[in-house]
């Protein structure tokens, strides 16, 4: 058993070495250096702990989530799932998220075939998630990235040219963009100073 703060720095050290490929020694050094300064937390303890998940980090990352991993709260907000679609979620959880782009104008399916799959007539996934500015047409300012999930209620809106729109909390500013590529009257706010300098950034 061991207190929440401790557990909150071994959960943000395991995040590190295990999804997000942070230099294992920098996380332990640096997390141990944190626990050293926190009241009640036993800075020995959390060094042994993550030095054991280093020396064991191949071991962990082929180990097998179960559905009964995952916490009771979510179990049983989706106990009517059958076998299928449990195994379908698992195996969702463990790939890495696609990269979508959202385009101005309409695609040429032929012009963009090698970048990805397109989800309408003016989005698509990647096939390779690179850095943005590697994916092609990036310094043509044709694309950004929105999550699918985030264009599809506009483009399910169909034909909105002229139609007056409001934008709220519109940073960092894909909807809106999305809007006015498709001819919509758009007033935007956003009340956030720093989002508002990234919203008209991009």
């Excluded at 990235?145 to 209620?153: G, R």
């Amino acid at each position: 058993k061991i207190n929440l703060k401790s557990k909150i720095l071994l959960i943000v050290a395991v995040t590190q070495i295990l999804f997000l490929n942070s230099p294992n020694y920098a996380v332990v050094n640096t997390i141990v250096n944190i626990s050293k300064n926190i009241k009640g937390v036993n800075s020995s303890f959390i060094n042994a702990i993550l030095r054991k998940i280093v020396n064991n980090i191949n071991e962990l990352k082929n180990l097998k989530i179960e559905f009964n991993n995952l916490p009771k709260w979510f179990r049983d907000e989706v106990s009517d799932w059958n076998k299928t679609t449990k195994s379908e979620f698992l195996n969702c959880l463990k790939q890495k998220p696609t990269l979508h782009i959202v385009f101005k104008n309409k695609i040429d399916v032929k012009k963009f075939k090698d970048l990805g799959l397109s989800t309408s007539e003016k989005s698509m996934f990647l096939k390779k998630s690179n850095q943005i500015n590697k994916i092609p047409y990036y310094r043509d300012g044709i694309w950004w990235v929105q999550d699918f999930s985030a264009m599809l209620p506009i483009h399910l809106l169909g034909n909105i040219k002229q139609l007056k729109v409001i934008d709220m909390c519109a940073a960092p500013g894909g909807k809106t963009l999305q809007l006015l590529s498709n001819n919509a009257n758009v007033d935007v706010y956003e009340k956030n100073k720093k989002k508002i300098t990234d919203l008209k950034k991009n």
